[in-house]
């Protein structure tokens, strides 16, 4: 059971963790395109941006295209986030 457990949460993270990187690029890039200010620190992308998402600093934009990419992004990261900890956590009790 633990196998097929592990299996479920690399396969989590396989799946979510491109969809994460996908939707914050596009999300960023639909950011800097409106010509939005950035919350400082974010203004590269890269983690610090992933973190803004997955607070939900998108909704202070109101904007629909920007809504449907953050929440997705946000949803993935967490999800990758989630499964990432379960994982290593499985792996440390095996040892």
Do not use: C, K, Q
């Not at 196998?3 to 950011?31: E, K, N, Q, T, W």
């Not at 973190?51 to 990758?80: P, Q, V």
């Amino acid at each position: 059971m633990e196998d097929f457990l592990l299996f479920l949460m690399l396969g989590l993270v396989g799946s979510a963790g491109p969809a994460h990187f996908g939707f914050r690029l596009l999300a960023h890039r639909h950011h800097r395109d409106r010509g939005w200010p950035f919350a400082a620190g974010t203004e590269e992308g890269g983690f610090s941006y992933s973190a803004w998402l997955m607070r939900r600093g998108y909704r202070a934009f109101a904007d629909r295209d920007m809504a449907f990419f953050g929440f997705w992004g946000m949803l993935s990261g967490w999800i990758a986030s989630l499964a990432l900890a379960a994982a290593t956590v499985m792996i440390a009790l095996r040892a």
